[in-house]
Nanobody
Framework: VQLQASGGGLVQPGGSLRLSCAAS????????VGWFRQAPGKEREFVAA????????PYAVSAKGRFSVSRDNSKNTVHLQMNSLKPEDAAVYYC????????????????????WGQGTLVTVSS
């Protein structure tokens, strides 16, 4: 499966952005999709993940209450809605996918995912 992340840009602190991850080449509804981010000089970190409808949707502590992940299987797309953005949210955001629905404890590890998009840059600055 091929993934294409988009929607990044420059936003002021407190603003919002919606990232999208478009998938092609696979039965998208059968994949778990995760969002990760990497700021300059820092390790890649987990943000959120989404499995099948009805399954729990884990978020990083830093994202909980401000970010929301959703999926539209009819459009092979996963969205990451980011609200109340802070300067520390600035990073390159990546979407990743893995066939099936791993257990929750595996979702925050980048090693769980087989497929990665190219990343989209989010800058939070006034």
């Amino acid at each position: 499966v091929q993934l294409q992340a988009s929607g990044g840009g420059l936003v002021q602190p407190g603003g919002s952005l919606r990232l999208s991850c478009a998938a092609s080449g696979g039965t998208f509804s059968g994949y778990t999709v995760g969002w990760f981010r990497q700021a300059p000089g820092k390790e890649r970190e987990f943000v959120a993940a989404i499995r099948r409808p009805g399954a729990s949707t884990p978020y990083a502590v830093s994202a909980k209450g401000r970010f929301s992940v959703s999926r539209d299987n009819s459009k092979n797309t996963v969205h990451l809605q980011m609200n109340s953005l802070k300067p520390e949210d600035a990073a390159v955001y990546y979407c990743a996918a893995v066939p099936g629905f791993p257990i929750t404890s595996m979702l925050s590890s980048s090693q769980t995912y087989n497929y990665w998009g190219q990343g989209t840059l989010v800058t939070v600055s006034s």
